[in-house]
């Protein structure tokens, strides 16, 4: 089976560039590719798009460390939602599920990390903040890159508003890293009906870039209603377009479903993924950019509340 992702050589336009030095007929090219791809299938795998495998290889070390740490330990970091300036922390295994029309929750870990965090292991895993923000850095460069190239490719007359919805930080930015680990099954594990390690989904908020390790399991469903597999390829990181950017660019854009299977063999091999959310700001309002009334506007904070509640079961 071809694969079913586009791949998108970024090495002309990479996070290293300065948009000014790179030609607006390359800038174009790129950008129809992406519109190509997220109109489509809703994903592009990126390569060469200027950051090096090494960042992410000390990041999932460093959140291996946390997650292999005793649940009594993990447990001192909950998961917290209090408000837009006060969320991430552990979700514990089945806490969560990602498709929450179907309970037992999810068999993944995951910790969340937004502003910086109020709530870190400093003292037990001491490198997991600063790899975390390191990365998190590189991943808000790498995302402002991939939405003014959406900007392009959809003629807007200000090709960065999109971009300059997304600040890095400040009271209203709501970019999320989170780092998701999927723990060994042993081989007499139960697995309960309808249960999966990551939940069929959508993902909430503009694009997500997603870093996975090389264990497999991620499948995306295709037009045809078929899900097929994302197997990760090396050096590619994987982009897709999430519900509030569909909505955004009146359905123009596309977002897929996808999931996390629990594979056939290798149950016992873990996996261990990395997710960039890219949100517009929480007080931003999104309305349809082609003018129509085809979704009423909602702020990005309403939108993503209304989703997390539901995938924590409230
Ligand atoms: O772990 C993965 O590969 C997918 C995770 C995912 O889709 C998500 O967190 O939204
Ligand atoms: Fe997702």
Known sequence: MT???PIVDLEQFNICKEPEDVSDDVQHQLARQIID????????GLKNYGFVHLQLAALMK????????????????????????????WVHLEQESLNYLARPGDLKETFDIINDG??????????????ANEFSHLCWTLSQRVLLLIGIGLGLEDPSFLKNQHSKDGVNHAQTLRCL?????????VIKPDQTRCGEHSDYGSITLLF???????????????????TPMDGVVLVNVGDLMQQWTADKLVSTIHRVVVPETKLTKERMSVAFFARADYDCVIK?????????????????SMRLLAAHGQ
Do not use: M
């Open 118 to 131: 109020k709530v870190w292991p400093d003292d037990e895993v001491p490198g997991f903040r600063p790899a």
């Open 212 to 230: 996975q390790d090389e264990a497999g399991g991620l499948e995306l469903r295709t037009r045809d209603g078929e899900f097929v597999p994302a």
């Open 181 to 189: 680990y999927y723990p060994p099954l042993r081989r007499d594990t």
């Open 288 to 304: 349809c950019l082609d003018g129509s009334d085809k979704y009423e506007p909602i702020t990005s904070f309403d939108h993503l």
């Open 3 to 5: 694969y079913p992702i």
């Open 37 to 44: 791809a997220f109109s489509t299938i809703g994903f592009v």
């Open 62 to 89: 460093e959140a291996k460390t946390f997650f292999y740490l005793p649940e009594t330990t993990k447990s001192k970091y909950p998961y917290r939602f209090e408000n837009q300036y006060d969320r991430g922390g």
